[in-house]
């Protein structure tokens, strides 16, 4: 299983961050796989996004839940996340991952990632 992160690496504040993950070698709809967004800020650790279920149920971190929609098109297995009004400290490299259940997915423990992309908010 392959992950690509594709988007925009600069966002000016206030517009909305989109970025897409393509997957290839497994579909987004197989039983029981979670498809997750994790950033990582300069000099700080991973932060868990949120997730989109085989189901197609999603999942959001507490924090980011009121800014953050994740969607899916299975027809080209991807899945997008949407950040909406972002500030400088949404700055960070951006990763798609693959979690075998919503408990790993909490704990990081993912067993395919993408490369990542660094994605930055500036005007």
């Known amino acids: 299983v392959q992950l690509q992160e594709s988007g925009p690496g600069l966002v000016k504040p206030s517009q909305t961050l989109s970025l897409t993950c393509t997957v290839s070698?497994?579909?987004?709809?197989?039983?029981?796989?979670?498809w997750s967004w994790i950033r990582q800020p300069p000099g700080k650790g991973l932060e868990w996004i949120g997730y989109?279920?085989?189901?197609?149920?999603?999942y959001y971190s507490p924090s980011l839940k009121s800014r953050s929609s994740i969607s899916r098109d299975t027809s080209k297995n991807q899945f997008t996340l949407q950040l909406r009004s972002v500030t400088p400290e949404d700055t960070a490299v951006y990763y798609c991952?693959?979690?075998?259940?919503?408990?790993?997915?909490?704990?990081?423990?993912?067993?395919?990632w993408g490369q990542g992309t660094q994605v930055t908010v500036s005007s």
């Open positions: 991952a693959r979690g075998g259940s919503p408990s790993l997915v909490m704990t990081m423990e993912y067993d395919y």
């Open positions: 070698g497994g579909s987004i709809t197989t039983d029981y796989y979670y």
């Open positions: 989109i279920a085989y189901s197609g149920s999603t």
